[in-house]
């Protein structure tokens, strides 16, 4: 269930005077005892007796996107945060001049993130449609084709930095006997595939790059690695490459952002950055003292400021990217959940060209961003 697309559940049986939906919502698995939210109405018409309920708004109010930076490989990986995603149980009834019939439940996985209009029809392999019975392989939430290249910053330093330089990391859906697996790049016979708690673990994040610890010579971070999703008959089921990218002049601008599939992805800005402050204040007349006619004093004026403030704004320039790369782009920019240099941000681009090779040579993106606070703290 995409918790920013409509999700309709429908009431239309025969002799049916109305209909009701019992929505039961949780962050665990472990739903409340009494409805969440109980949506009722009576056929439209004598003629007419099918009812439909739009929930996702109901939904959303429950995900909570907290933002975080996992870089290490932990051993089971990490569980994605409870607040990252809703289950959600679905009871309708039909109603028949009072007496309500339950006709089925039905319970489902939901994330923040929707669905594109041309996306119709492909509701059935959706990983949190009904999940129980009817997904049981590896899903990551980066919708992407498989083998598409993402390049994060390289630095001296041997081992993977941590906070806002750090690669990033994928939350990923995976059912028992389901695993990833890390290629070296720099030497393809090396390899690393995760040990999973099959039992407690569905989603869970983990980074994009494996650090050696014993084999230096062959870092995944210095070189790149190629992250693999297999299902639990060691199927292939995707894949995306990592490899680092060196910027001698600039610093990376790390930006992260909710995607469309609702998890977290971390996307480097490698090029010229500027930073810009845009100020907002009122004007008001001050009562100037008068001591004597035709005397005042000249420094105190006749206006002053009040409520003076500010806003930062970043301008940001991908460098040159390969055409694929408006694909992320797309997803950040349609986002309503984004991090700038690790602080929160509003997307000011209403306007983008989705550049072809065939047409530009060079493809560089260039975005601004305004941070979602005041500079003078008005919080309280």
């Known amino acids: 269930m995409y918790a920013r697309t409509p999700f309709i559940t429908q009431v239309s049986e025969a002799g049916q005077t109305g209909g009701k939906v019992e929505l039961f919502i949780s962050n665990t698995s472990t739903f409340p005892a009494t409805p969440t939210y109980i949506l009722e109405k009576n056929n439209p018409s004598a003629t007419n007796n099918v ?19 996992i870089r290490t490989l932990t051993n089971p990986p990490t569980a994605t945060p409870n607040l990252h995603s809703a289950y959600v149980q679905i009871k309708r009834y039909k109603n028949v001049s009072g007496t309500y019939t339950l006709l089925d439940t039905k319970t489902y996985r939901s994330f923040d993130g929707y669905r594109s209009f041309t996306d119709s029809g492909s509701l059935s392999i959706l990983p949190w449609s009904n999940e129980v019975t009817t997904f049981n392989s590896a899903f990551p939430l980066w919708n992407y084709p498989t083998g598409m290249v993402f390049y994060y ?75 693999e999703f297999y299902n639990s008959s060691n199927v292939l089921l995707q894949s995306f490459t990592f490899k680092p990218l060196a ?56 206006t002053r400021q009040m409520n003076r403030n500010a806003r930062r704004k970043i301008t940001v320039n991908s460098g040159s ?4 790369f408006k694909l992320i782009l797309e997803q950040l920019l349609l986002s309503e959940r984004v991090m700038v240099n690790g602080l929160p941000a509003k997307i000011l681009t209403n306007d983008a060209e989705l550049y072809k090779i065939v047409n530009k040579k060079d493809l560089n993106y260039t975005l601004d961003f305004e941070f979602a606070y005041d500079e003078v703290s008005t919080v309280y």
Not at 251 to 266: A, E, H, S, Y
Not at 321 to 324: F, G, L, R, S
């Open 247 to 302: 910027e001698c002049r600039y610093t990376p601008i790390p930006i992260d952002f909710v995607n469309k599939l609702g998890g977290w992805q971390r996307v480097f800005f490698f090029k010229a950055s500027q930073d810009k402050l845009s100020f907002t204040s009122e004007d008001y007349n001050f009562l100037t003292a008068v001591p004597t006619v035709n005397q005042w004093t000249v420094s105190d004026g006749q």
């Open 51 to 69: 009812i439909r309920f739009n929930l996702t708004p109901f939904v959303r109010e429950f995900i909570s996107n907290t933002y975080q930076n």
């Open 153 to 227: 910053p390289k630095t001296s330093s041997a081992s993977v930095p941590s906070g806002l330089q750090s690669p990033g990391y994928m939350s990923v859906y995976l059912s028992p006997n389901c695993y990833v697996k890390y290629i070296s790049l720099a030497n393809p016979a090396t390899f690393e595939t995760t040990t999973l708690d099959t039992v407690n673990q569905r989603y869970v994040d983990i980074p994009i790059i494996y650090q050696s610890p014993t084999t230096p010579a062959t870092n995944y971070y210095a070189g790149g690695n190629t992250l």
């Open 321 to 324: 990217v390969d055409e694929n």
